[in-house]
């Protein structure tokens, strides 16, 4: 079993900052993708930003330029750095990591419990 724990997040005014992190633990072999993702009310679950185990990084158009990724892969550990934080940025943020449990093997998804972000104008 693999467990995510997630911190960070809260209530700020637009244009300030928050970080997310997110630590993956448990049995598995590697992590090939860490990510976050976002839901809001009555929307879909989106992607926000991915980390390759390379360290290649994809953003959401919306968060280009204000959220970056980063990534400790001796740690097992993801950040989310969201600065200029808008009203839109409000949601729930989601860690989500795709695993392999034994080298080449197949890959399994895990999610985070989820953080609150509320970003008030």
């Known amino acids: 079993q693999v467990q995510l724990v997630q911190s960070g997040g809260g209530l700020v005014q637009v244009g300030g900052s928050l970080r997310l992190s997110c630590a993956a633990s448990g049995s598995f072999s590697s992590i090939d993708v860490m990510g976050w993702y976002r839901q809001s009310p009555g929307k879909q679950r989106e992607l926000v930003a991915g980390?390759?185990?390379?360290?290649?990084?994809n953003y959401a158009d919306s968060v280009k330029g204000r959220f970056t990724i980063s990534r400790d892969s001796s740690k097992n550990s993801a950040s989310l750095q969201m600065n200029s934080l808008l009203p839109e940025d409000t949601a729930v943020y989601y860690c989500k990591v795709d695993v392999r449990k034994v080298p080449g093997g197949y890959k399994y998804g895990y999610w985070g419990q989820g953080t609150q972000v509320t970003v008030s104008s």
């Open positions: 980390i390759t185990s390379g360290g290649s990084t």
